[in-house]
């Protein structure tokens, strides 16, 4: 079973910073946040992934809270291709990756 | 880097044949890959776990003499499924995981499955 809780749906105008929120409170030590999505009929794309610290890379920003309990991608300037599923993982580095249903961000014009 | 690819991309076929789904990773060693059934409007469902040169893990509920899963090499595996029906029309989806910066599983693009 998948270990987060995401809502199932968002709306994101286009140009406004996209927040996703996941809860993992039953996270564990050697556990980290992973981010995927899934544009319509296309595979998985990996996001950005983090254990503690917040990380940014050129798709997103990783916001982790201190007790590591939840998280926020936040997508910087959305766009009308960021409009996809989104998936919020918790799986420690050599385990498998299980999908919950994600959130569906929909931007708007 | 950690570019994953399948083929092919989409494929259709009669009820009762056999279809072959390869899964490769382009720039990288993928010591393990994952199989990973997706129907119309659901999540990813994982299917099986393999490492190369050994047998296939499968997920409770996967039948492993229906979808035959074969990682000779560590860049490529193979899913066979086998005497397909039309129950067995998906959307198949491999993912592939190395060491160091590639220890985080990437996914392929995807197999559009058919079955007639």
């Known amino acids: 079973d998948a270990k987060t809780t995401q809502p199932p749906s968002m709306d994101c105008a286009e140009g406004r910073a996209a927040n996703l929120p996941c809860n993992h409170s039953t996270i564990s030590g050697n556990e980290y946040v992973y981010w995927y999505r899934q544009i319509h009929s296309q595979g998985p794309q990996y996001i950005i992934h983090g254990l503690k610290n917040n990380e940014t890379n050129e798709m997103a920003s990783l916001i982790i809270t201190e007790d590591r309990k939840s998280s926020t991608l936040i997508l910087p300037h959305a766009t009308l291709r960021d409009t996809a599923v989104y998936y919020c993982?918790?799986?420690?580095?050599?385990?498998?990756?299980?999908f919950g249903p994600g959130t569906s961000l929909s931007v708007i014009p | 880097g950690a570019v994953v690819s399948q083929h092919p991309s989409w494929v259709i076929c009669k009820s009762g044949t056999s279809v072959k789904i390869e899964c490769r990773s382009l720039?990288?060693?993928?010591?393990?890959m994952f199989w990973y059934r997706q129907f119309p409007k659901q999540s990813l469902m994982l299917m099986a776990t393999?490492?190369?040169?050994?047998?296939?893990?499968?997920e409770q509920g996967v039948e492993k003499d229906k979808f035959l899963i074969n990682h000779a090499s560590l860049t490529l595996s193979t899913l066979t499924v086998t005497s397909a029906h039309p129950e067995d029309s998906s959307f198949y989806i491999c993912?592939?995981?190395?060491?160091?910066?590639?220890?985080?599983?990437?996914f392929g693009p995807g197999t559009r499955l058919t079955v007639l």
């Open positions: 720039d990288f060693q993928a010591t393990t």
């Open positions: 993912s592939a995981r190395g060491t160091g910066f590639t220890d985080t599983q990437y």
């Open positions: 393999s490492n190369e040169g050994s047998k296939a893990t499968y």
């Open positions: 993982i918790v799986c420690s580095s050599y385990d498998k990756v299980i």
